[in-house]
């Protein structure tokens, strides 16, 4: 019983990563570039929710959705104004703009909120639901269907919107959408966009369940490949389950083994996949 | 074709070379001890970089996690000499063996699964994280706690030890910088340099010329993977205390390979030159900004003069600079 509170427990918090990881694999699906920026930019989400409950006393979950809209702005601008000279350009290149941009990210952060970590007081953070013999986190509780929300308002506006079909369009097959008149260019604007509101509501969820630091965003850069490359990059419903697995084998890994080596047990998952299945679990070959 | 005249430089080249030599060996002789320690890193950098520079520059596949190699060099050497006293040379020899092993072992996992692109940087990323928290619990090297050598006089030089100066490791590392340097210049020039370009160019037309393509491509990985290891045993013995979580860091990895593609992915002495540019920029970055007290402000400008750099300069420094002073480096 034990066993199952962990499993679900980790499903819950897996949830919160493959909303992260789902703003990487639509970036990567539709514009082809890495975002090596995507923990960074979820650490800034996380900093906005931050100063938004400490100046208002707003919970983070009610600062969502400024929070996503301002993330949202922010990818546009970036992929206008500087990542779109760059999709044509050999992998390094683009390595090497976002690596600027993520330094520059967290020099900033360091430079507004100094090198401590920080957290929002919640007055249920220690509250639980009983479910039969389960116990599940409020708080975890409220991040992962939180989420899951934002998966299915994703998933909606992928299917059911026409700029969600022409940017599906642009990932297909580029020069197509370009012949039928769509603005390529503004719609990959719209996609970093999508993306880093993405990462941003996720670093609203996030800070739920840990505490800020500009420092962490490289293990969730880290974090966020490895879940999209056991999915499959550019596969939503892969970044889904492989947030979901990574939740699991981390909080599996953390009880049974030891807490400072559940990130090897992910990282060996990965090399498991990679080794047998390349393109992901549920990637195109 | 006649071996000598292919493998000779241009004079302009060579003339430059030549400057650069001499006026390297001379250095350490005029500067002061801090210039010589920063020096010492600008040519770690600079090794490192042409070791990656194989894999990725020539060969074309793009590694993220060259700290492994770093990490497998260094604590080889250092535990075998802390735990039986064996020799740095030998120690060295054997994490060259290890990390060669361990290049060729992961290249050939991943191109013989048709891991390519993307997926194999991220795969390079994945076993070197993998690999430092495993030497985190790893007791026999100190786990995470870090592996010690025991700290010597920091006069004189013990080459036989490796134990001596900061000047004595300068000039070993210059020696280690310039062989590498020859080296690739004519590896470049051998049927697998060119064999290497090919692939880089395309791979898929290179296996229909009927170039062996995994072949060459492991044996890319598992060179610069030695290449690397023996810089990493040079790493240990100079800075003397090893550290998983710092050694073995994607910080390290991003480091080594930002230096050759500032400086020039994919030409003999981009590397060197980025190296130079880079820690240079650092050290003036650390210099100005230790007058103002705010966190983030050393590597804000970092960052910005990594993003001008690659605004203005995206194929690199050193193919500029070597257009502006006539200089054709052979044919790449």
């Known amino acids: 019983m034990l066993y199952l509170n962990i499993i679900v427990a980790g499903l819950l918090t897996g949830a919160v990563y493959g909303l992260m990881a789902l703003g990487l694999s639509v970036i990567f699906g539709v514009i082809r570039v890495v975002n090596f920026a995507h923990g960074e930019m979820m650490v800034v989400g996380m900093y906005a929710a931050w100063l938004i409950a400490s100046r208002t006393g707003l919970d983070p979950i009610a600062a969502l959705p400024l929070v996503t809209a301002g993330l949202f702005l922010l990818g546009y601008a970036l992929q206008r104004v500087l990542i779109n000279r760059y999709i044509a350009r050999p992998e390094h290149e683009q390595f090497l703009l976002l690596l600027a941009v993520a330094t520059i990210i967290t020099a900033s952060l360091l430079m507004g909120f100094g090198p401590d970590a920080r957290n929002v007081q919640l007055d249920y953070a220690y509250d639980s639901y009983q479910l039969g013999p389960l116990l599940l986190d409020k708080v975890r509780v409220l991040a992962a269907a939180g989420a899951v929300l934002g998966v299915a308002a994703l998933w909606a506006f992928f299917k059911l919107t026409r700029t969600g079909k022409a940017i599906r369009a642009c990932a297909d097959n580029q020069t197509g959408a370009q012949v039928v008149g769509l603005d390529v260019k503004r719609l990959y604007a719209v996609t970093f966009g999508i993306g880093a509101a993405c990462v941003g509501a996720a670093g609203c969820l996030m800070l739920l369940l840990i505490d800020v630091q500009p420092y962490i965003a490289t293990d969730y850069t880290l974090l966020a490949f490895i879940i999209v490359i056991l999915g499959g990059l550019g596969s939503m419903p892969g970044a889904l389950l492989g947030g979901l697995l990574v939740g699991v084998s981390e909080a599996l890994s953390g009880f049974v083994v030891d807490p400072s080596l559940k990130s090897a047990f992910s990282f060996a998952l990965l090399i498991l996949v990679l080794l047998v299945r390349p393109q992901g679990l549920l990637g195109r070959a | ?332």
């Open chain 2, 1 to 332: 074709m006649r071996a000598g005249a292919a493998l000779a430089l241009p004079r302009r080249a060579a003339l430059a070379l030549a400057l650069f030599v001499v006026a390297m060996l001379a250095l350490p002789l005029v500067v002061n001890s801090y210039i010589v320690s920063v020096l010492v890193v600008i040519l770690f950098a600079s090794y490192f970089g042409q070791a990656w520079n194989i894999v990725t520059g020539f060969a074309g596949q793009l590694s993220l996690g060259h700290a492994l190699y770093v990490g497998l060099g260094a604590y080889t050497a250092a535990a075998l000499f802390t735990h039986w006293g064996v020799l740095p040379w030998i120690g060295m020899l054997a994490g060259v063996v290890v990390a060669g092993a361990a290049g060729a072992l992961i290249a050939a996992l991943s191109f013989r699964f048709r891991v390519g692109g993307v997926y194999f940087a991220l795969l390079t990323i994945a076993f070197a994280e993998f690999t430092r928290i495993l030497f985190d619990h790893f007791g026999w090297v100190g786990g995470a706690s870090g592996l010690f050598l025991p700290v010597s006089s920091r006069a004189g030089a013990d080459l036989l030890h490796l134990r001596g100066s900061p000047v004595m490791f300068y000039y070993l590392l210059l020696a280690l910088t310039l062989g590498a340097l020859t080296l690739t210049h004519h590896l470049l020039r051998r049927r697998i340099g060119y064999y290497w370009q090919a692939i880089r160019e395309d791979e898929e037309a290179a296996q229909a010329l009927g170039i062996d393509v995994f072949r060459y491509k492991v044996a890319a990985m598992a060179l610069s993977a030695a290449m690397t290891s023996v810089g990493g045993a040079f790493l240990a013995f100079y800075e003397n205390n090893l550290y998983p979580d710092t050694v073995f860091a994607i910080g390290r990895s991003i480091e080594i390979i930002t230096a050759p593609i500032i400086g020039g992915l994919g030409t003999l002495f981009g590397p060197v030159l980025g190296a130079f540019v880079l820690t240079t920029l650092g050290e003036a970055m650390t210099s100005l900004s230790s007058g103002f007290e705010l966190n983030g402000l050393k590597q804000w400008c970092y960052g910005a003069a990594l993003l001008l750099i690659v605004a203005l300069q995206p194929a690199g420094v050193w193919p500029w600079l070597r257009a502006r002073l006539g200089i054709a480096e052979v044919r790449r």
